[in-house]
T-cell receptor
Framework: AQTVTQSQPEMSVQEAETVTLSCTYD???????LFWYKQPPSRQMILVIR??????QNATENRFSVNFQKAAKSFSLKISDSQLGDAAMYFC?????????????FGQGTRLTINP | GAGVSQSPRYKVAKRGQDVALRCDPI?????LFWYQQALGQGPEFLTY????????KSGLPSDRFFAERPEGSVSTLKIQRTQQEDSAVYLC?????????????FGPGTRLTVL
């Protein structure tokens, strides 16, 4: 079974600075998807960024980018120019590629605090 | 509304009561998922529907949990004889089709507290 591990329960960063959230995962599959979701205090989970495992290029969405290291099974999220609205729980998630692998497998989450 | 909606947002039940949680997916979305999120934890998969067919229920923790989606749209998660360990936020998500490339869109969740 696939597992996702986030080893940083909490992180904090000064506004406008850069922060990196870590995620490792375990799978025997060669193709899959990885995601970072943001969950603000209102609880609605929002997709931040996703990465297809077969793509070597790291995904980027505005201030958010990932460092995907397939061999190391590592998938970190970098947030540049942190803003107060970035404060939330961040979850790393895995999803398989094949039929029957529709579910997301989440890590335990990292609570990100932005200091003004 | 354009997003996934869930009701009620909060539910308090006495131990032993039955509860029903509702999910309205985004219109036209084929796939629907239920997740359970314990306090301070990441969501855990419960069950998955494609249209009205329940294709995966491997995450349901016991036979007290039952989910249905009879017309392929609205879904209900029912918990019978609630226990304190059932206290959690129950999240619903929907996606357009059943492929792995789909984005899952989440609702705000129902916070269930069992006393």
């Amino acid at each position: 079974a696939q597992t996702v591990t986030q080893s940083q329960p909490e992180m904090s960063v000064q506004e406008a600075e850069t922060v990196t959230l870590s995620c490792t995962y375990d799978t025997s599959e060669s193709d899959y998807y990885l995601f970072w979701y943001k969950q603000p205090p209102s609880r609605q989970m929002i997709l931040v960024i996703r990465q297809e495992a077969y793509k070597q290029q790291n995904a980027t969405e505005n201030r958010f980018s990932v460092n995907f290291q397939k061999a190391a099974k590592s998938f970190s999220l970098k947030i540049s120019d942190s803003q107060l609205g970035d404060a939330a729980m961040y979850f790393c998630a895995y999803r398989g590629l094949f039929q029957g692998a529709q579910k997301l497998v989440f890590g335990q989450g990292t609570r990100l605090t932005i200091n003004p | 509304g354009a997003g996934v909606s869930q009701s009620p947002r909060y539910k308090v039940a006495k131990r032993g009561q039955d509860v029903a949680l509702r999910c309205d997916p985004i219109s036209g979305h084929v796939s629907l998922f239920w997740y359970q999120q314990a306090l301070g934890q990441g969501p855990e998969f419960l069950t998955y529907f494609q249209n009205e067919a329940q294709l995966d229920k491997s995450g349901l923790p016991s036979d007290r949990f039952f989910a249905e989606r009879p017309e392929g749209s609205v879904s209900t998660l029912k918990i019978q004889r609630t226990q304190q360990e059932d206290s959690a936020v129950y999240l619903c998500a929907s996606s357009l089709v059943g492929s792995s490339t789909d984005t899952q869109y989440f609702g705000p969740g129902t916070r269930l507290t069992v006393l």
